[in-house]
């Protein structure tokens, strides 16, 4: 018997030693991965660990990751890595982004690898002698990118990492080497930005062809993956020195770009402290400044906290105007208080405390619409273009990824002999503080352009723990949707207690200040509409509110996921 049970161990330990050392090749035909057959599966409960995200072959790879031993830190460098190849719509090493983590040891980490202002950006780059913002120029080529932040984002991540990098990175320079079969939006999405591309990259790249892109083409894009090795072989600093920041200032000089080969190298990424606040019994963690997401969703729930919103049916006028409401005063306060803090001193602990908020809804009044002019500050624009992962392992360590290039394909610039798209994440900042832009939108100085400087972003990573225990994993693409999408999806869970399929797919809306008018999906109730319509309140349709990914875990412990029905979004798990 004794004899018995030690044979027993020593096979459990030699499987799982197994499981730990298996860096065999993950990616390939007869691999775990096959980049030329693979399916969308948009929920289901996993035993063990989980990822959610834009893509499913993305998932799948870091999914595997944590079957052969990886954590979720493992899980989601593997993932963003893959995006960044097989998602060019918003995955990037161009782009930036933010992580928000916990350990299983209780450690909670947000990690800041947004994009800045290159040395020599200036604050009127984008006016033309009169003072007149020029059209798209913060939105397409060369002088639209920020200096990019995801690669030095991956590494700080690696720290709580348990696998080798060069593991976690060999799928992605394999999805790039030998190619992966595309789907038929990103076929459409490189058929639209095809004569974008051309005009604002100085030469040829794997995303431009003769003949229309189809679903079922095979995607091979040979630079990205030698961007890839060198990156893999050199690490961080095989993206901002040597052979690719080289490459990356000589696009920059040959299309009138700012971005040196000091911005590269003086570039790094932040390990910030997570804004963290109670609701109800739930402690929920986000990502503070440069983001304006953590703190816009803290305001928000608190604001409702103390209102009872579950006692109003789903999406009834009662419930959709009180949140429409807050979100309001949200958004007013996020135009003119937030920036990067290390430029700007955002006053964060006011914007979170109960006594500043009961005031800012001390003329709520429930029976009509607050006119937005009414309420003091200004509006920034943002392009809803981002991507989102969700990653959970069997440990329960718990991280959270937004990442983005801004725009859908960011700048339209390829970096020659790189493959990689950049951002043009310059358009977060206000082109001209306390004057509408382009898009009608008014920014204030706390996001006018500096040198060095992190735009705003609206991005809002998001867990949340149930007693204190690991409980939700949350997050979407979506610009200035973003706050109003998890909050939404918050809501749902915690106070309508929807299953996360329903909570992520049922019907958003979206109130941001200004424009004074609620975005709704076209599936939103008519009914409501027509009651607040009644109240004051002015609705425009909106094609989709975001593509919000989330990771539960239920009381018997497994990991109900579910990836988002507006997109190709997919999970993985074991
Ligand atoms: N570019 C979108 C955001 O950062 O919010």
Redesign the pocket.
Known sequence: MKKSLLLLLVFAYAVSSKAQIDNSPIVGVGNAVNPYNYTIVKAKQFKNASVTCAHPLASMVGAEVMKRGGNAFDAAIATQLVLAVVYPEAGNIGGGGFMVARTTLGKTISIDYRETAPNKATRDMYLDKDGNVIPKLSLQGHLASGVPGTVAGLFETFKYARKPFKFLIQPAIDLAEFGFIISESEAKGLNNTRESFIKNSTGPSAYIKETPWQAGDTLVNKDLAETLKRIRDYGQRGFYEGKTALLIVEEMKQGGGIISLDDLKNYKAKSRTPLEFKYKGYSIIGMPPPSSGGIIIEQMMKMIEKRNIARYPFQSPQQVQLMVEVERRAYADRAEHLGDPDFWKVPLKTLGDDAYLAKRMADYDSTKATASKDIKAGKIH??DQ?THLSVLDKESNMVSVTT?L?GGYGSRTVIGGAGFIMNN?MD?FSSKPGTPNMFGAIGGAANAIQPNKRML???SPTLVLKDKKPYIVAGTPG??T?PTSVFQTLVNLLEYNMSAEDAVNKPKFHHQWLPDQVDVEPTFTSTTKTAMEAMGYKFANRAQLGRTEVIRILPSGKRETVADSRGDDSVSGY
Do not use: C, Q, V
């Open positions: 943002e392009s981002t983005t801004n994440e977060d972003s609206s991005m610009g200035t973003i």
